[in-house]
């Protein structure tokens, strides 16, 4: 669903259907909290056994407007990996450990965010949550993307995830965020459980 032409300008959310977003990841967000809290101790416990380090791990990426917020996830690399390379990964990057490759593989790395969405730092669908210096490259146009919170999944992420180029993946983010509706959101939702069920994990 790419813009055929250059995108309008992407829109604030209208504060009635805000609320309503808010609505649905604070229930959603909490229901999914509470159902995959077993899961997420077992990954903890995986991760702390499966190479030295803390079970968490918190990166800087932009939020709503811009605004700088700590994503947590769960580590899948080794220890201290920033200082060892680079901060974008490739599939077959020698720092991720045995465990984090199968947490990634079904975005078990990612349950930790949705405190991130309870918190209000992050919805459950929008724009992909990008590392601060990528968004300070980001053309007027592309800053677009950061009128709505970052989601935990988005129409990039459903339409491709890695095997998208990042230039396209922003067109996909800013027609989401032209066009955004709550139903929207919902076959976004339901696309992703595809995904994950697929087992096609994606390098956030």
Not at 27 to 48: Q, Y
Not at 68 to 88: C, E, H, N, S, Y
Not at 169 to 197: F, M, P, Q, S
């Amino acid at each position: 669903m790419l813009a055929e032409h250059p995108p309008q300008p992407a829109r604030a959310e209208r504060p009635g259907c805000a609320a309503m977003k808010r609505v649905l990841d604070i229930a959603l967000g909490s229901v999914l909290f509470v159902v995959t809290l077993p899961m997420l101790l077992g990954a903890c416990l995986a991760v702390r056994l499966g190479s030295p380090g803390p079970a968490f791990y918190l990166q800087w990426r932009a939020g709503r407007g811009g605004r700088p917020f700590r994503i947590i996830k769960l580590r899948t690399m080794v220890r201290d990996a920033d200082r060892v390379g680079p901060a974008l990964t490739e599939e077959a990057d020698p720092r991720i450990t045995r465990v984090g490759s199968v947490l990634r593989r079904w975005s078990l790395d990612e349950l930790p965010q949705l405190l991130n969405v309870l918190a209000g730092q992050m919805s459950m669908v929008g724009p992909r949550p990008e590392l601060v210096p990528i968004v300070q490259a980001y053309t007027e146009r592309q800053r677009g993307v950061l009128l709505v919170r970052p989601g935990l999944t988005g129409w990039a992420q459903v339409n491709g995830r890695d095997d998208v180029p990042i230039p396209e993946k922003l067109e996909l983010e800013l027609d989401y965020a032209v066009n955004r509706t709550l139903l929207w959101d919902l076959h976004i939702l339901a696309r992703t459980v595809g995904v994950v069920l697929h087992g096609r994990g994606v390098k956030r």
